[in-house]
Structures are given as C-alpha cells and as structure tokens.
C-alpha cells in the first residue's frame, strides 16, 4: 500500500476509502475563488459496480493500493462460488457470486476476463465489453408484425433473458453489450 496525495489522481487509479476499494473514474480540480480548493471524484466501488461521488481536501493524503491486470479464464460455478483460472500460470481461485454481480449474467465457460489482482487476491473481474452468446430458445415472430423495434424475449446459453428483435431464432448467435444488457446485433 502506498500513500499518495489527490494530485496523484489519475483515470483508472485503485484507492481505499473508507475501507472500501474504489476505482477513480473522473475528477476535477476545482479552486473555487477565495474558499479552499478540493478535487471532486467519482469513484466506482469495486465490490459493488455502484459510482459514488466524492470529494478531497486539496493536498489530502489517500491509500492507493497497487493491482495488477491479469488475464484469467472463467471455469465453472461450485456453489456459491465461480472458479477461476489465471492463464499464465494456471493457478485457480475461487471468487463469491455476489463479488461478480450482474456479470454473471453473461459468464460462459472457458471466457476469459480482465481481473484486478492485490498481492494474488482477484479483487474484482472486468469483462469485456461486448460478449457473443447463442440463443437457447424464443418465441417464434409473429408474421406481420413489422412495426418498428418490436422485440421478443430470448433465453441464452447462460441461463439469462434478454430482448431481441423478431428475426432472431434458436441457434443464432448474438453480441451483447455487457454494461447495459442489451442485444447490439446479430453475428454471422
């Protein structure tokens, strides 16, 4: 752990506060006439995904903690646990369901992942943006209804539901957008 000070501040930057690991996603300097200067932040816990904002005494001293980006794969679910392995080394870990949140809406087995590593603890798993999943089962679209952004639900191989336009059918394969949830196109 090393201390640092809010003009240390970059994007992407691992701090603890308040016994909590966040991710700074933006701040700003603001020196607000004669009052005394401070650095806004919005800073993403990396537990929870949830952005909070917050601000800092210019000059304040902060824990930056050190991580490292490793690339590991997502193996299989046992109990409440998803087991992970890192590619380079082989190593496996364990990791609480609840410390990957909504990405395990769209973790298949043998996808790889972008994890945050302190000291060889994985302290939190960034997927990628986009992933390709194939559709298990939907309805079939109804003939005529063309009206526009009609969408069906559809069942993926990862157990989760989502809307898709009428064209889609068992067997295709879609992208999805990891942040929002939703369908962004059909792949060939």
Avoid at 21 to 37: C, D, K, M, Q, S
Avoid at 76 to 96: A, C, K, L, R, W
Avoid at 116 to 123: C, F, G, K, N, Q
Wanted: net charge negative; no cysteine.
């Amino acid at each position: 752990m090393a201390h640092a000070t809010t003009a240390d501040f970059r994007n992407g930057m691992v701090i603890r506060h308040n016994n909590e690991l966040y991710t700074i996603t933006e701040f700003h300097h603001v020196n607000p006439g004669n009052w005394r200067a401070f650095v806004r932040t919005n800073l993403k816990n990396l537990r929870t995904g949830r952005v909070i904002e917050q601000r800092f005494r210019a000059g304040e001293e902060i824990e930056e903690v050190r991580v490292e980006h490793q690339s590991w794969q997502f193996l299989y679910v046992d109990g409440d646990e998803s087991i992970f392995m890192n590619t380079e080394t082989y190593d496996q870990q364990p990791i609480p369901k609840e410390m990957l949140g909504d990405a395990m809406r769209f973790l298949k087995e043998g996808e790889a992942v972008e994890a945050l590593v302190d000291d060889e603890t994985i302290i939190a798993v960034e997927l990628p943006n986009f992933v390709e999943l194939t559709v298990e089962s939907s309805e079939p679209g109804v003939r005529g209804d063309t009206a526009s952004n009609v969408t069906k639900p559809a069942t993926l191989e990862t157990g989760t539901i989502v809307n898709v336009p009428l064209f889609v059918n068992p067997g295709d394969k879609i992208r999805l957008d990891t942040r929002s949830g939703k369908y962004v196109e059909r792949v060939k």
